[in-house]
């Protein structure tokens, strides 16, 4: 059997993954539903026996792929003992949106088999656990990050050169801690799907093409979209299978990847390290999906023009020094790996709506103009 063959054939449905605590009968809850102190104290008893919620307040609810919400647990002794906090937050598909993608079933898994063996920081996860009935409905209850004293990332946030240097240092970190890992290939970890071979990758275009036609309604989005965008949308889907095609074909070490990897999915500690959330699209990929994401969409246009190549090659640096091995040389990640996946960029924040918590226009002016300046369109489409 090939290769290719075999991917298939363990792919076949993802979703069945055994869930970590079969002690658990029912079904999680499907739909629009918040918690209550029974159904958040039973939950967590499956794994810490004899916890009970004795009272929680909600506190914040945020909805957009996902349903975040701030909770505060009053836990009886037990619960206590177990040292689980008062402050929490519990993510789940609760919006009663994108009930066809399994992101939150992954990220479950990932919290429950992988975030220990990082290196670089995450939030601390009290309970993960998921359906294993194909649903891929999936809930995580994670320490309440405003507790460290730090702040969240957001997508347009500015920090300048020596703050994106900083937060590559840290990416550089995180995907080198598990470089080329036997804990990551598909005989050890089949429930990780490997980059833009999933269709919540290499169908986003389509997938989220409603949103996609919303911005295009949108006069002040239009205002900066390049005229053949504008003139013809369906080329960002041609250009992504394009992508698409070259990174399923390219041979390289893989790593972790944090899949969706730009300010707003990070939490900035006092010390200034970063904190690497919304493991959701979290992956065995490629580095540069995440690289190219992360710094176009960090810097200024100008900052961009002026900085780019140097702060990929302080990447690459910190990333040899985390034990990466086999790495692609600067230019080839300059000349034919960053120009693709600004595509990947592109893809996304046209897609976007502002509603969801992140602003898109300044992100869409952001990799349109490196589309432009990096020859993106032309590479992937030849035209």
């Known amino acids: 059997m090939t290769q290719e063959a075999a991917t298939k054939t363990r792919m076949v449905d993802p979703n069945m993954v055994p869930r970590p605590y079969p002690g658990r009968t ?16 039973s ?3 499956n794994k810490y026996p004899g916890v009970v919620a004795e009272k929680l307040e909600v506190v914040q609810l945020f909805d957009s792929h996902t349903t975040k919400l701030r909770v505060a647990v009053d836990w009886n002794e037990a619960g206590k003992a177990a040292g689980l906090p008062r402050n929490l937050c519990v993510k789940a598909n609760w919006s009663g949106m994108f009930d ?25 996860c009290y309970y993960s656990d998921w359906d294993d009935d194909g649903s891929g409905r999936g809930v995580v209850v994670l320490e309440d990050l405003i507790d460290r004293g730090g702040k969240f990332g957001h997508s347009t946030q500015h920090c300048g050169i020596d703050g994106v240097a900083s937060a590559l240092a840290d990416l550089a970190k995180l995907h080198g801690g598990l470089w080329d890992s036997p804990l990551i290939t598909p005989e050890a970890a089949p429930w990780l799907p490997t980059s833009m071979n999933v269709p919540v990758d290499h169908d986003q275009v389509r997938i989220m093409w409603h949103w996609i036609n919303e911005n295009l309604k949108d006069p002040n989005f239009c205002a900066i979209a390049p005229k053949h965008y504008l ?22 070490p893989y790593c ?18 970063r904190l690497w959330l919304d493991w959701q699209l979290g992956r065995r990929g490629r580095p540069w999906r995440d690289l190219t994401y992360f710094t176009v969409g960090s810097l200024t246009v100008e900052e961009r023009r002026h900085h780019h190549r140097d702060l990929i090659a302080h990447y ?20 034919e790996q960053i120009p693709r996946w600004v595509m ?20 869409n002016e952001r990799f349109f103009a490196a589309g432009e300046d990096l020859g993106s369109w032309k590479l992937l489409l030849g035209e």
């Open 316 to 335: 690459r640096d910190c990333l040899i020094k985390e034990g990466a091995t086999n790495v692609i040389d600067l230019d080839t990640i300059w000349n």
């Open 344 to 363: 990947y960029g592109i893809q996304a924040w046209v897609a976007n709506m502002d509603y969801w918590g992140q602003n898109g226009l300044p992100m």
């Open 43 to 45: 939950l967590m008893a």
């Open 231 to 252: 003139d013809d949308p369906r080329r960002v889907e041609r250009a992504f299978d394009k992508l698409t095609e070259y990174e399923r074909a390219f041979e390289a």
């Open 100 to 124: 066809d993608v399994d992101i939150h079933a992954l990220e479950a898994r990932f919290y429950h088999f992988l975030t220990d063996n990082l290196t670089a920081q995450t939030a601390k």
């Open 256 to 273: 972790v990847i944090l899949g969706d990897c730009h300010q707003g999915n990070t939490y900035i500690l006092p010390s200034g390290e």
């Open 26 to 41: 029912e079904l999680l809850p499907a739909g629009r539903f918040t918690p209550d102190a029974q159904w958040l104290g």
